[in-house]
């Protein structure tokens, strides 16, 4: 077998991995090796078909980092949905002490802070952060 063949065999292996993994870091290890199976088609032989390949998988997956894509956003957890399902949710404030009141959330009473800028009128609010047993509404 050329070893073009056995490059673009071990490539596509690797996209197929891919694929089962959701990152785009194999994908850049799957177009380092075409660029080794490239370097074949062109004549080179094994060490510099592989050395090809190497520098372009890691040129690929630096660039891969350095974009937005390979950076995974940085989100504080309190305020993330995708971590506490209470944000979002709306709570009933009957009344405001000093931008601090207890409701009934969930079956059990929770202390409820208002967020800065907003009025301390009694009504529905939606809960936007969570720290400790303090819901943090807007």
Not at 26 to 50: T, Y
Request: hydrophobic letters at 55%; a positive charge.
């Amino acid at each position: 077998m050329a070893d073009w063949i056995g490059w673009f065999v071990a490539a596509g292996v690797v996209l197929i991995l891919e694929l089962f993994s959701g990152t785009f870091y194999l994908l850049m290890i799957a177009i380092g090796m075409s660029a080794g199976a490239l370097a074949a088609l062109a004549g080179a032989n094994g060490p510099l078909q592989g050395l090809c390949a190497a520098v372009v998988g890691v040129v690929a997956t630096l660039l891969l980092r350095r974009s937005r894509f390979g950076k995974a956003a940085r989100r504080d957890a309190a305020q993330d949905p995708n971590v506490n399902l209470d944000i979002g949710q709306s709570v009933a404030v009957a009344h405001w002490v000093d931008g601090v009141a207890r409701v009934m959330y969930r079956g059990a009473l929770w202390d409820v802070e208002l967020m800065p800028g907003s009025d301390t009128q009694a009504g529905h609010y939606t809960i936007r952060a969570v720290r400790g047993s303090r819901l943090i509404v807007g």
